[in-house]
């Protein structure tokens, strides 16, 4: 019977040693603790330059009723898919000669442009052709996707200007099982594809050119080398219950004898 205490003790010491393991989470960001703070980073961020296959909305206000629902229904289309495969509502796509077909504006050269640029543009257009004209512009294929470490998802953001930690917090932070110091970013250039590592815990981060996104970014968080073990110890730890509970129910069947 004494062994049998030992042996229960000791089952439900590994059972609170495995949960401990496997509740710990050790999430850290920008933690480069040799950088004093407070300090000041100069600001990379650049707008977003449009690209053929982008999708823009175009909304405009006038006196002209006629040419202000030309607009509307536009923007109030069912959702439409882009040539990278995102999903928005309604726009104008960026054609792959880099012009965009507008009701009275006709065809509109946008690629290379930001879409304040754009915005500029058809407004200085409005005016000469319209009285009274509001234009408003604004992207709509602004969509990010996450990869690996038990993450598949995509996000769509209404701004130009997104950078990395912004586009992590909206998939709720990085899982405990990925790694955060080497974090891939897929993205689409002209020759092809060009690859960019990202470490989001050094507070240097946010002078690197690629701390801000770009629509179509792949986002791959790669999986610890270690977390098929992690894994593997939440099953154990099940097991090691259910047999914990079965010893102790054991030896109080036995006590009462």
Request: glycine share 6%; net charge positive.
């Amino acid at each position: 019977m004494k062994n049998m205490r030992h042996l229960i003790y000791i089952c439900a010491f590994l059972m609170a040693a495995m949960l401990n393991t496997s509740c710990y989470r050790n999430i850290r960001y920008v933690v480069d603790d040799r950088t004093p703070l407070p300090h000041e980073y100069t600001d990379s961020i650049q707008d977003y330059h449009l690209q053929p296959g982008d999708i823009i909305g175009v909304s405009l206000i006038s006196t002209n009723s006629e040419i202000n629902q030309m607009f509307t229904e536009r923007n109030n289309q069912p959702s439409m898919s882009s040539s990278n495969g995102s999903r928005s509502r309604g726009g104008y796509t960026v054609s792959d000669s880099g012009y965009v077909l507008l009701p009275i504006f006709g065809n509109v050269m946008v690629q290379g442009k930001t879409i304040s640029q754009v915005r500029s543009t058809l407004q200085n257009q409005a005016d000469v052709k319209l009285i009274d004209a509001v234009v408003t512009t604004e992207l709509l294929n602004f969509d990010v996707y996450f990869i690996g470490a038990s993450q598949n998802t995509r996000v769509n953001f209404d701004k130009t200007s997104v950078n990395i930690l912004e586009a992590i917090a909206q998939t709720g932070g990085i899982n405990y099982d990925a790694k955060r110091r080497k974090i891939i970013v897929i993205r689409k250039s002209p020759g092809g594809h060009s690859l960019y590592n990202i470490d989001v815990t050094d507070r240097h981060i946010m002078e690197a050119s690629q701390f801000y996104l770009q629509p179509g970014d792949i986002v791959y968080l790669e999986p610890k080398r270690f977390t098929a073990v992690t894994n593997g110890l939440k099953n154990y730890t099940t097991i090691l219950s259910i047999v914990s509970s079965a010893l102790t129910t054991y030896y109080l069947i036995s006590r009462l004898k």
